[in-house]
């Protein structure tokens, strides 16, 4: 039994009697990321956004007992719990939802009374809600003079509720692409908003909001609705800290300001991404209201990135600025307005800011303050753009204490294409081809494994590696196994469970901690709302794969993939695991310490082992507790030494 709370120890994470343990978990959930009522399979203007609630996301009260108690029987052990700054705060600066803090701290509470380890996530997908995702309340963009009802019309947001017609019976729209929403980052809304969070001091040194500098403004609301919810979670011993925050986006920061992406650079060595390549500049002159023509990027037969034909960007030429409100980047003399166009001036600042030190650094140092305030035994899980690993750019030297690497990692052709054939797949960011599960499966552990590689230098002896998401999408081949299910079919995971098990496989062999992405109590196997959110499918369990006859299981999806034996906590020191699917037989070799207390914990899944297991145990004399339907393994070594485990389907 893990005995709470659970800390950080260097490169583990260990109980109270000094036990490693292992957090498997999940993210809760999917929906967090809007109202209740107001996915985006339903229209809005957002007039609301300052009267809206999130009381009820992830589940209503009533109904949190019987989510949770299926998570722990599926073996997971922690939760990465999703809230948003809109969330808290959606009613004007510094006025919280007291009735939703009280909510998510009872659901937080009700996750304890399961067994599970829980951190806060704080959300965020390309700003806002009505920059086309989720997170920052809808006034961050009045209080920096922006008018979000122009977005759509000046094409400085990508909307699926502007975009999406929802009298139309298609499910997949070509006015809204499947998993188009990622656009949003290179638009102006965005641009801006996450130029003036993390640069305002630095770019727009003069643009004061209520007497403070636009960044201190922005960045310290965030961290205020951070305060409000670590206040009231800081007493509960499960919890064990939170997210920095949710895959931000670096907006403008260390790009030249008229640099068009059209080919790698020292600023951007990332390799170029199809679609339009819109430079800073593009984007400001399109907020102001001009038209401005840009070139366009598609993959070329050898899979690379090249421009092919140019688009007309806000031809209408719509200015996103309030009326009185004057763009602060022009303000600031980074660019003027000649004949009709905008020209940059004075020294590129953009270009010379380092987003490693000069962004992550500082923010990563006032999370950890905000909530180690309330409970200084918490850890943070620092994230940076998603961008950042496959550029290259390594965390801060100069991190916290107790810093967990909570990078994300996605098979993303899978994810953006919603297809998996290992016959046929291919590696998004290289572009290079694979044509069999051991190509993709050491793939996988290539890219996982240098997550893990960075941890290990992280200050302090290294640190844990949590993969805060990675998942699958379940409406893959447009939904095919959801048909196949409408049809009667029931054993229609296959492609699911193979490519969840490469997954589990990789982290198991690089002994990685992991939170999948997620669990939305409000799934439908419908191609417009999925998790709710701008057509996403990733959700474990559906309310339509629920088989009317009960059982904890019921509502599962390729469950078999997902919920795999694995050493929730260990008498010692884990050296290995594997699980091999198909024959059913897990291995683990553990370095005991008769020191220790406490059992080593093995979760025994009965979807793998319905009539039972065995279990084999070598290298120390044991007392062993074998729970076939707690599924459960609880094995105490009576000696220090090198212990081997394995675990077969009865006979």
């Avoid at 949190?64 to 600066?93: K, S, Y």
């Avoid at 029931?490 to 992405?517: F, K, P």
Wanted: one cysteine or more.
């Amino acid at each position: 039994m893990t005995k709470l709370p659970i800390r950080q120890h260097g490169a583990h994470f260990i109980d109270a009697d000094g036990g490693q343990v292992i957090l498997r978990g999940v993210n809760l959930g999917g929906d967090c990321k809007v109202p209740p009522g107001q996915g985006t399979d339903v229209y809005s203007d957002f007039a609301d956004h300052r009267s809206v609630s999130f009381v009820g996301r992830p589940f209503p009260l009533v109904e949190a007992d019987a989510h949770l108690n299926r998570i722990a029987h599926w073996g997971f052990n922690t939760l990465r719990l999703l809230t948003t700054w809109e969330a808290v705060e959606h009613a004007g600066p510094g006025q919280y939802d007291a009735a939703y803090l009280d909510y998510f701290a009872e659901i937080a509470r009700k996750a304890g009374e399961h067994g599970l380890t829980l951190f806060v996530d704080f959300h965020q997908d390309v700003w806002s809600r009505m920059s086309g995702g989720d997170g920052a309340p809808g006034w961050t963009f009045e209080t920096v003079g922006l008018d979000f009802t122009t977005f759509d019309a000046a094409e400085a947001a990508h909307v699926m509720q502007a975009r999406y017609d929802y009298a139309s019976p298609d499910r997949r729209q070509d006015v809204y692409p499947q998993m188009s929403w990622g656009s949003n980052y290179r638009l102006p809304a965005n641009g801006i908003m996450w130029t003036l969070f993390w640069a305002g001091r630095t770019i727009t040194p003069d643009f004061l909001i209520d007497g403070i500098n636009v960044q201190e403004y922005l960045q310290s609301h965030y961290l205020g609705a951070m305060s409000q919810v670590a206040r009231r979670l800081a007493d509960m011993p499960h919890v064990i800290g939170f997210d920095t925050l949710n895959e931000p986006s670096l907006g403008w920061v260390g790009q030249p300001i008229a640099y068009r992406h059209l080919a790698p650079s020292d600023a951007n060595p990332e390799r170029p991404r199809i679609g339009p390549a819109l430079a800073p500049l593009d984007a400001i002159a399109m907020a102001r209201g001009l038209a401005v023509e840009v070139p366009v990027l598609t993959r070329d037969e050898a899979g690379a990135a090249v421009p092919t034909t140019t688009r007309i960007f806000n031809p209408d030429g719509v200015s996103i600025w309030r009326e009185g409100a004057a763009c602060p980047f022009e303000a600031a003399g980074h660019y003027r307005i000649e004949n009709g166009a905008a020209i940059p001036t004075g020294d590129d600042v953009l270009a010379a800011i380092d987003p490693t030190h000069d962004v992550y650094r500082s923010f990563f140092h006032k999370v950890a303050e905000t909530i180690r305030a309330h409970q200084p035994r918490w850890s943070i899980f620092a994230e940076m753009d998603v961008f950042a690993h496959l550029a290259g750019r390594h965390f801060p030297t100069d991190l916290p204490e107790r810093t967990v690497n909570a990078s994300h990692w996605y098979d993303m052709g899978m994810l953006y294409l919603k297809r998996f054939d290992p016959t046929n797949h291919r590696d998004a960011a290289t572009g290079q081809a694979e044509t069999s599960l051991d190509a993709i499966s050491a793939r996988y552990q290539h890219q996982l494994g240098s997550f893990a590689q960075e941890s290990a230098t992280f200050p302090g002896g290294g640190a844990p590696t949590l993969i805060g998401e990675f998942g699958i999408p379940y409406d893959l081949d447009e939904g095919t196994a959801y048909k196949r299910w409408a049809a009667g079919e029931r054993d229609v995971w296959q492609q699911h469970e193979a490519a969840l098990t490469l997954m589990y496989d990789a982290m198991d062999a690089l002994g990685l901690h992991s939170t999948q992405w997620n669990y939305t109590a409000s799934n439908r196997n419908d191609l417009r709302i999925g998790d709710g959110w701008n057509q996403e499918d990733l959700s474990i369990w559906s309310a339509d794969q629920r088989l009317g006859i009960g059982g904890i299981g019921d509502g599962g999806r390729a469950l078999s993939g997902f919920s795999r034996p694995y050493v929730h906590r260990a008498q010692g020191r884990i050296r290995h695991v594997s699980f091999d699917r198909t024959a059913r037989r897990f291995a683990t070799n553990i370095d005991v310490d008769q020191g220790i207390g406490g059992a080593t914990e093995i979760y025994v899944p009965l979807v793998h082992y319905p009539d039972g297991f065995v279990l084999r145990c070598e290298g120390v004399p044991v007392d062993l507790h074998l729970d076939q339907i707690g599924q459960r393994a609880h094995i105490r070594a009576t000696v220090s030494g090198a212990m081997s485990v394995e675990i077969l389907p009865a006979v």
